[in-house]
């Protein structure tokens, strides 16, 4: 399979990204180092799935809690290994159908931006998977603050399509240790999850955190973000701040012990929301949701 590395330049910034892998992006290089965490790399995903750089995680983000599955009025089942479904430590159904996909086609490219599109209903068995037929589109954005990313889902039929997507960017700062970097978060609402990551349907209020992460290992899930929601990253006098510009309406934090780095998860809806129909919001028209990742090369220590 032939690899198609599209690289967008603003400023001080590159990105790169590849459509013919899933149109996940593997970089975003400012500074003279990459902030953009690449765990097994793009053989890794293409291979097996496993999440790196900035993927999308589509029909759903996150895990849902077993293989069958109500939504839009339609019962669907799943299988394990059929129409693109992978299972966690837990054998459940994780991150979508979309993981690598090769059929991403590019509509536009130009200096810093980079536009695509995936028919969904192509794979007949990735739809008996999900099985509400839609297109969707990715433009990418970068200019000299940062990267820009905006999901357009649009159905192409009369059947509603429930929306669950989200993405997994990974974060790093080279060369900082990982017990100096300082994560910033507004206060929010923490939805319980249980030993599975499964919401529990208890909520928490969260107060704001702005403190180093030391030795943590984070895996939490948030909603009620406030009117502009952001998050951060920062330590050596760089910050990575994630901000939800549309659609977006949950968070999770991801930052696992023993790897330098922390995923700040944007979600169209909790966690297992095909299952529980909680947050879950089905569109006969186009559904956008934007997320922006703004990069400081000179922030505050």
């Given at each position: 399979m032939s690899v198609d590395v599209i690289t967008l330049r603003a400023g001080a910034l590159t990105s790169r990204w590849v459509p013919s892998v899933g149109m996940v992006g593997v970089s975003l290089f400012g500074g003279g180092r990459e902030h953009v965490g690449q765990l097994g790399g793009l053989e890794a995903y293409r291979g097996r799935g496993s999440t790196?750089?900035?993927?999308?995680?589509?029909?759903?983000?996150?895990r849902l809690g077993g293989f069958a599955y109500r939504a839009a009025g339609v019962d669907v089942t799943l299988a394990a290994g059929a129409g693109g479904v992978r299972t966690e430590e837990?054998?459940?159904?994780?991150?979508?159908?979309?993981?690598?996909?090769?059929?991403w086609s590019v509509r536009e490219v130009g200096a810093a931006t980079l536009s695509a599109e995936l028919d969904f209903g192509a794979d007949a068995e990735r739809s008996a998977a999900f099985p509400f037929p839609h297109r969707l589109a990715m433009d990418v954005a970068?200019?000299?603050?940062?990267?820009?990313?905006?999901?357009?889902?649009?159905?192409?039929?009369?059947r509603p399509v429930p929306v669950a997507f989200g993405f997994h960017p990974y974060l790093t700062l080279p060369r900082v240790p990982r017990a100096d970097w300082r994560l910033r978060l507004p206060a929010v609402t923490r939805l319980d999850l249980d030993d599975r990551g499964l919401p529990t349907g208890q909520r928490t209020p969260v107060a704001a955190r702005d403190a180093p992460l030391g030795t943590a290992a984070l895996d939490d899930h948030f909603t009620d973000l406030g009117p502009d929601p952001a998050f951060t990253l920062s330590g050596g006098g760089r910050a990575l701040t994630v901000r939800f510009l549309e659609g977006y309406t949950h968070l999770q934090v991801f930052a696992p012990t023993g790897k330098d780095v922390v995923?700040?998860?944007p979600m169209t809806a909790p966690t297992d929301a095909l299952r529980s129909g909680e947050g879950l919001r089905c569109v006969t028209e186009s559904f956008r949701a934007v997320f922006a990742i703004e990069l400081d090369l000179?922030?505050?220590p």
């Open positions: 790196f750089g900035i993927p999308l995680l589509h029909p759903w983000a996150n837990h054998g459940l159904p994780i991150h979508g159908l979309v993981a690598a996909d090769p059929g970068l200019t000299p603050e940062g990267l820009t990313v905006a999901t357009t889902l649009t159905p192409t039929s009369d995923a700040l998860e000179d922030a505050a």
